[in-house]
Protein backbone atom coordinates (compact mmCIF):
# COMPACT_ATOMS: atom_id res chain seq x y z
CA UNK A 1 0.00 0.00 0.00
CA UNK A 2 1.37 3.71 -0.83
CA UNK A 3 2.16 5.26 2.36
CA UNK A 4 -0.05 8.38 3.01
CA UNK A 5 1.09 12.41 3.61
CA UNK A 6 -0.24 15.03 5.28
CA UNK A 7 0.27 18.45 6.33
CA UNK A 8 -1.98 18.57 9.39
CA UNK A 9 1.92 18.27 11.31
CA UNK A 10 4.41 21.18 10.87
CA UNK A 11 6.92 20.30 9.01
CA UNK A 12 10.61 21.35 10.66
CA UNK A 13 13.34 20.96 8.07
CA UNK A 14 16.36 22.92 10.33
CA UNK A 15 16.76 23.41 13.95
CA UNK A 16 20.30 23.31 16.29
CA UNK A 17 20.97 20.79 18.71
CA UNK A 18 23.21 21.00 21.69
CA UNK A 19 25.24 17.71 22.50
CA UNK A 20 27.68 16.44 25.55
CA UNK A 21 29.06 13.62 25.18
CA UNK A 22 29.76 11.23 28.88
CA UNK A 23 32.81 12.25 30.47
CA UNK A 24 35.53 9.23 31.12
CA UNK A 25 35.24 7.96 34.69
CA UNK A 26 39.06 8.07 37.31
CA UNK A 27 41.40 5.98 37.77
CA UNK A 28 41.54 4.15 40.66
CA UNK A 29 43.97 4.21 43.95
CA UNK A 30 43.96 0.96 45.77
CA UNK A 31 46.53 -1.77 46.72
CA UNK A 32 45.92 -5.69 47.36
CA UNK A 33 45.23 -6.39 51.00
CA UNK A 34 44.39 -9.81 51.12
CA UNK A 35 45.69 -12.45 54.29
CA UNK A 36 48.71 -14.49 52.87
CA UNK A 37 49.56 -11.71 49.95
CA UNK A 38 52.54 -9.57 51.19
CA UNK A 39 53.33 -6.45 48.93
CA UNK A 40 50.36 -7.21 47.47
CA UNK A 41 51.00 -4.06 45.38
CA UNK A 42 48.54 -1.86 43.28
CA UNK A 43 45.51 -3.10 42.04
CA UNK A 44 43.12 -0.14 40.69
CA UNK A 45 41.43 -0.37 37.91
CA UNK A 46 40.80 1.84 34.79
CA UNK A 47 37.51 4.40 34.45
CA UNK A 48 35.16 3.51 32.13
CA UNK A 49 35.02 6.14 28.77
CA UNK A 50 32.25 8.34 28.54
CA UNK A 51 28.86 7.68 26.68
CA UNK A 52 30.07 9.00 22.97
CA UNK A 53 26.77 10.50 20.50
CA UNK A 54 25.70 9.62 17.61
CA UNK A 55 23.26 11.14 14.68
CA UNK A 56 21.72 8.05 12.42
CA UNK A 57 19.41 8.02 9.69
CA UNK A 58 16.80 6.29 10.10
CA UNK A 59 13.84 5.85 7.07
CA UNK A 60 10.99 5.95 9.78
CA UNK A 61 10.76 9.66 10.05
CA UNK A 62 10.48 12.10 7.07
CA UNK A 63 10.74 15.25 8.88
CA UNK A 64 12.53 16.98 12.13
CA UNK A 65 9.35 17.48 14.00
CA UNK A 66 9.53 14.76 16.84
CA UNK A 67 12.89 16.60 17.49
CA UNK A 68 11.47 19.96 18.48
CA UNK A 69 10.83 19.22 22.41
CA UNK A 70 14.42 17.47 22.78
CA UNK A 71 17.16 20.08 22.26
CA UNK A 72 19.23 18.50 24.51
CA UNK A 73 21.41 15.24 24.73
CA UNK A 74 23.66 14.14 27.22
CA UNK A 75 25.17 10.59 26.92
CA UNK A 76 26.13 8.64 30.21
CA UNK A 77 29.20 9.34 32.19
CA UNK A 78 31.82 6.88 32.16
CA UNK A 79 32.02 5.18 36.25
CA UNK A 80 35.12 5.29 38.08
CA UNK A 81 37.75 2.43 37.98
CA UNK A 82 37.62 -0.01 41.59
CA UNK A 83 39.93 -2.09 43.36
CA UNK A 84 41.06 -5.60 42.56
CA UNK A 85 41.87 -4.14 38.62
CA UNK A 86 37.92 -3.87 38.24
CA UNK A 87 37.59 -1.84 35.01
CA UNK A 88 34.74 0.81 35.61
CA UNK A 89 31.44 0.27 33.34
CA UNK A 90 31.47 2.73 30.25
CA UNK A 91 28.61 5.51 29.65
CA UNK A 92 25.92 4.14 27.12
CA UNK A 93 25.77 5.89 24.15
CA UNK A 94 22.94 7.92 22.58
CA UNK A 95 21.40 7.59 19.01
CA UNK A 96 19.95 10.33 17.56
CA UNK A 97 17.24 9.32 14.59
CA UNK A 98 17.41 11.77 11.70
CA UNK A 99 15.44 11.11 8.25
CA UNK A 100 17.60 10.02 5.52
CA UNK A 101 18.75 13.33 3.39
CA UNK A 102 19.61 14.77 6.64
CA UNK A 103 22.68 17.25 6.61
CA UNK A 104 24.84 17.35 10.14
CA UNK A 105 26.89 20.69 10.61
CA UNK A 106 29.07 22.25 13.49
CA UNK A 107 27.10 25.13 14.11
CA UNK A 108 29.65 26.90 16.07
CA UNK A 109 32.35 26.75 12.78
CA UNK A 110 29.96 25.81 10.01
CA UNK A 111 31.75 23.14 8.80
CA UNK A 112 29.34 19.86 7.37
CA UNK A 113 30.15 16.77 9.59
CA UNK A 114 28.06 14.35 7.52
CA UNK A 115 25.56 14.45 4.72
CA UNK A 116 23.39 11.59 5.99
CA UNK A 117 21.75 10.52 3.07
CA UNK A 118 21.23 6.55 2.98
CA UNK A 119 19.56 4.65 5.61
CA UNK A 120 21.74 3.73 8.52
CA UNK A 121 23.98 5.77 8.32
CA UNK A 122 25.85 7.44 11.16
CA UNK A 123 28.19 9.76 12.41
CA UNK A 124 29.74 10.34 15.56
CA UNK A 125 28.88 14.12 16.43
CA UNK A 126 30.37 14.15 19.98
CA UNK A 127 32.61 11.66 21.58
CA UNK A 128 32.99 10.65 25.17
CA UNK A 129 35.70 11.07 27.30
CA UNK A 130 38.50 8.40 27.35
CA UNK A 131 38.54 6.82 31.12
CA UNK A 132 41.53 7.34 33.33
CA UNK A 133 44.33 4.88 34.06
CA UNK A 134 44.41 3.35 37.52
CA UNK A 135 47.67 3.12 39.84
CA UNK A 136 48.56 -0.23 38.48
CA UNK A 137 49.94 1.02 35.59
CA UNK A 138 52.00 3.41 37.31
CA UNK A 139 53.95 0.64 39.04
CA UNK A 140 57.48 0.52 38.41
CA UNK A 141 60.88 -0.43 39.57
CA UNK A 142 61.67 2.50 41.45
CA UNK A 143 58.20 3.18 42.49
CA UNK A 144 56.46 -0.22 43.81
CA UNK A 145 53.30 1.55 45.79
CA UNK A 146 52.14 4.34 43.22
CA UNK A 147 49.25 6.89 44.94
CA UNK A 148 48.91 8.07 41.28
CA UNK A 149 46.16 7.42 38.67
CA UNK A 150 44.34 9.35 35.92
CA UNK A 151 41.22 11.57 36.17
CA UNK A 152 39.13 10.77 33.30
CA UNK A 153 38.83 13.46 30.21
CA UNK A 154 35.43 15.02 29.50
CA UNK A 155 33.14 14.07 26.70
CA UNK A 156 32.72 16.84 24.17
CA UNK A 157 30.46 19.08 23.99
CA UNK A 158 29.38 20.64 20.28
CA UNK A 159 26.27 23.06 19.43
CA UNK A 160 25.05 20.88 16.47
CA UNK A 161 22.68 22.62 12.83
CA UNK A 162 20.60 19.81 11.38
CA UNK A 163 19.38 20.64 7.62
CA UNK A 164 16.95 17.88 5.64
CA UNK A 165 16.45 17.91 2.40
CA UNK A 166 13.69 15.70 1.05
CA UNK A 167 15.03 12.47 -0.83
CA UNK A 168 12.56 12.18 -3.79
CA UNK A 169 13.24 11.09 -7.22
CA UNK A 170 10.40 13.37 -9.02
CA UNK A 171 10.24 16.95 -7.71
CA UNK A 172 7.25 19.28 -9.10
CA UNK A 173 8.07 22.74 -9.62
CA UNK A 174 6.02 25.45 -10.74
CA UNK A 175 4.00 28.97 -9.90
CA UNK A 176 1.42 29.02 -7.05
CA UNK A 177 -1.90 27.22 -7.79
CA UNK A 178 -0.20 25.86 -10.76
CA UNK A 179 -2.47 22.10 -9.78
CA UNK A 180 0.55 20.51 -8.62
CA UNK A 181 -0.29 19.58 -5.36
CA UNK A 182 -3.44 18.13 -7.20
CA UNK A 183 -1.43 16.07 -10.01
CA UNK A 184 0.43 14.52 -6.96
CA UNK A 185 -2.99 13.46 -5.10
CA UNK A 186 -4.50 11.62 -8.20
CA UNK A 187 -0.89 9.55 -8.70
CA UNK A 188 -0.30 8.70 -5.38
CA UNK A 189 -2.21 8.38 -1.91
CA UNK A 190 -0.44 11.51 -0.47
CA UNK A 191 -2.86 14.13 0.60
CA UNK A 192 -1.79 17.49 -0.04
CA UNK A 193 -3.84 20.65 0.70
CA UNK A 194 -6.26 21.47 -2.39
CA UNK A 195 -7.93 24.78 -3.16
CA UNK A 196 -8.23 27.59 -5.75
CA UNK A 197 -5.89 29.66 -4.34
CA UNK A 198 -2.08 30.32 -4.19
CA UNK A 199 -0.19 28.35 -2.00
CA UNK A 200 -2.04 26.35 -0.06
CA UNK A 201 1.20 24.15 -0.27
CA UNK A 202 2.74 25.34 3.22
CA UNK A 203 5.03 22.86 3.31
CA UNK A 204 7.10 19.55 1.25
CA UNK A 205 5.04 16.97 0.66
CA UNK A 206 5.94 13.18 -0.86
CA UNK A 207 3.93 10.38 -2.03
CA UNK A 208 4.71 7.46 -3.62
CA UNK A 209 3.80 6.47 -7.08
CA UNK A 210 2.76 3.35 -7.93
CA UNK A 211 3.23 1.97 -11.59
CA UNK A 212 2.63 -1.25 -13.31
CA UNK A 213 4.61 -4.38 -12.67
CA UNK A 214 5.68 -3.43 -9.02
CA UNK A 215 7.27 -0.31 -10.53
CA UNK A 216 7.28 2.59 -8.21
CA UNK A 217 8.83 6.34 -7.74
CA UNK A 218 8.72 9.28 -4.85
CA UNK A 219 7.34 12.59 -6.10
CA UNK A 220 7.94 15.43 -3.56
CA UNK A 221 5.56 18.61 -4.49
CA UNK A 222 7.55 21.66 -3.14
CA UNK A 223 5.64 24.73 -2.45
CA UNK A 224 4.89 26.78 -5.40
CA UNK A 225 7.77 29.75 -6.66
CA UNK A 226 7.27 33.12 -7.81
CA UNK A 227 9.93 36.02 -9.27
CA UNK A 228 12.67 36.42 -6.43
CA UNK A 229 11.73 33.14 -4.81
CA UNK A 230 15.56 31.91 -4.53
CA UNK A 231 16.40 35.39 -2.76
CA UNK A 232 13.79 34.65 -0.03
CA UNK A 233 10.31 36.09 -1.85
CA UNK A 234 7.46 33.74 -1.41
CA UNK A 235 7.65 30.13 0.12
CA UNK A 236 10.38 29.32 -2.53
CA UNK A 237 13.58 30.24 -0.85
CA UNK A 238 12.80 28.16 1.94
CA UNK A 239 12.47 24.94 0.14
CA UNK A 240 14.09 25.26 -2.80
CA UNK A 241 17.19 23.25 -1.06
CA UNK A 242 14.51 20.09 -1.14
CA UNK A 243 14.66 19.79 -4.95
CA UNK A 244 18.28 19.75 -5.30
CA UNK A 245 18.11 16.15 -4.31
CA UNK A 246 15.73 15.19 -6.83
CA UNK A 247 16.84 13.47 -9.57
CA UNK A 248 14.58 15.03 -12.14
CA UNK A 249 12.36 18.21 -11.84
CA UNK A 250 8.62 17.93 -13.31
CA UNK A 251 7.96 21.30 -14.06
CA UNK A 252 3.93 22.50 -14.05
CA UNK A 253 2.71 25.10 -16.03
CA UNK A 254 -0.42 26.44 -16.19
CA UNK A 255 -2.15 26.30 -19.00
CA UNK A 256 -5.49 27.34 -18.56
CA UNK A 257 -5.11 30.47 -16.00
CA UNK A 258 -6.78 33.64 -17.38
CA UNK A 259 -4.20 36.44 -18.18
CA UNK A 260 -1.35 34.96 -17.60
CA UNK A 261 1.31 34.25 -20.41
CA UNK A 262 2.43 30.10 -19.80
CA UNK A 263 6.23 31.13 -21.97
CA UNK A 264 7.02 33.72 -19.51
CA UNK A 265 5.87 31.65 -16.04
CA UNK A 266 8.04 28.71 -17.57
CA UNK A 267 11.07 31.08 -18.12
CA UNK A 268 10.77 33.25 -14.89
CA UNK A 269 10.72 29.44 -12.91
CA UNK A 270 13.74 28.69 -14.78
CA UNK A 271 15.60 32.11 -13.87
CA UNK A 272 14.77 31.22 -10.35
CA UNK A 273 16.49 27.67 -10.64
CA UNK A 274 19.15 28.95 -11.97
CA UNK A 275 19.83 31.87 -9.56
CA UNK A 276 19.33 29.32 -7.13
CA UNK A 277 21.87 26.81 -8.09
CA UNK A 278 23.04 26.46 -11.52
CA UNK A 279 23.56 22.88 -10.74
CA UNK A 280 19.76 22.09 -9.80
CA UNK A 281 18.55 23.88 -13.27
CA UNK A 282 20.79 21.46 -14.95
CA UNK A 283 18.75 18.48 -13.70
CA UNK A 284 16.46 16.81 -16.38
CA UNK A 285 13.08 18.28 -16.60
CA UNK A 286 9.73 17.06 -17.67
CA UNK A 287 7.67 19.98 -19.06
CA UNK A 288 3.71 19.65 -18.32
CA UNK A 289 0.91 21.47 -19.59
CA UNK A 290 -2.26 21.05 -16.66
CA UNK A 291 -5.26 22.14 -16.97
CA UNK A 292 -5.73 20.79 -20.34
CA UNK A 293 -10.06 20.38 -20.08
CA UNK A 294 -10.42 23.94 -20.16
CA UNK A 295 -10.55 25.95 -22.45
CA UNK A 296 -7.45 27.56 -24.40
CA UNK A 297 -5.03 25.52 -22.58
CA UNK A 298 -4.81 23.32 -26.01
CA UNK A 299 -3.91 26.80 -27.46
CA UNK A 300 -1.05 27.62 -24.76
CA UNK A 301 -0.06 23.84 -25.21
CA UNK A 302 1.35 24.45 -28.42
CA UNK A 303 2.37 27.55 -28.08
CA UNK A 304 4.62 26.12 -25.05
CA UNK A 305 5.85 24.19 -27.75
CA UNK A 306 6.75 26.59 -30.82
CA UNK A 307 7.99 29.27 -28.87
CA UNK A 308 10.46 27.22 -26.35
CA UNK A 309 10.87 23.72 -28.72
CA UNK A 310 10.50 21.59 -25.43
CA UNK A 311 8.57 18.35 -25.42
CA UNK A 312 5.08 19.23 -23.84
CA UNK A 313 2.59 16.31 -21.86
CA UNK A 314 -0.73 17.81 -21.70
CA UNK A 315 -2.51 16.84 -18.46
CA UNK A 316 -5.51 17.64 -16.49
CA UNK A 317 -5.12 16.32 -12.94
CA UNK A 318 -8.57 16.96 -12.26
CA UNK A 319 -10.10 14.33 -14.75
CA UNK A 320 -6.97 12.17 -15.30
CA UNK A 321 -6.27 12.93 -18.70
CA UNK A 322 -2.42 12.69 -19.65
CA UNK A 323 -1.44 10.96 -16.30
CA UNK A 324 -0.40 7.63 -17.09
CA UNK A 325 1.51 8.55 -20.35
CA UNK A 326 3.40 11.33 -18.13
CA UNK A 327 4.37 9.02 -15.30
CA UNK A 328 5.50 6.56 -18.04
CA UNK A 329 8.36 9.35 -19.33
CA UNK A 330 9.22 9.96 -15.57
CA UNK A 331 9.85 6.27 -14.93
CA UNK A 332 11.50 6.87 -18.41
CA UNK A 333 13.94 9.36 -17.31
CA UNK A 334 14.83 7.68 -13.60
CA UNK A 335 15.65 4.63 -15.63
CA UNK A 336 18.33 6.18 -18.27
CA UNK A 337 19.86 8.01 -14.79
CA UNK A 338 20.31 4.29 -13.57
CA UNK A 339 22.33 3.06 -16.62
CA UNK A 340 24.24 6.37 -16.74
CA UNK A 341 25.05 5.92 -13.09
CA UNK A 342 25.67 2.19 -13.21
CA UNK A 343 27.54 2.13 -17.37
Not at 6 to 13: C, G, I, N
Not at 53 to 77: C, I, M, P
Not at 319 to 326: I, S
Request: contains cysteine.
Amino acid sequence: MPQRSTEKAVFVDEMELSVTAGDGGDGCVSFRREKFVPRGGPDGGDGGDGGSVFVVADESYNTLQHLTGHRQWHAKHGRRGAGKKCHGRSGENVHIRVPPGTIIYDADHGTMLKDLSEPGESVCVAEGGHGGRGNVHFRSSTNQAPQEAEPGLPGRKRRLRLELKLMADAGLVGKPNAGKSTLLSRISAARPKVADYPFTTRYPVLGIVELARFRRFVMADIPGLIEGAHSGSGLGDEFLRHIERTRVLVHVIDAASPGADPVEDYREIRRELAEYSPALAQKPEIVVANKMDLTGAEDAADRIRRQLGLEVFGISAVTGQGLEPLTERIWQVLSEQDTQEHS
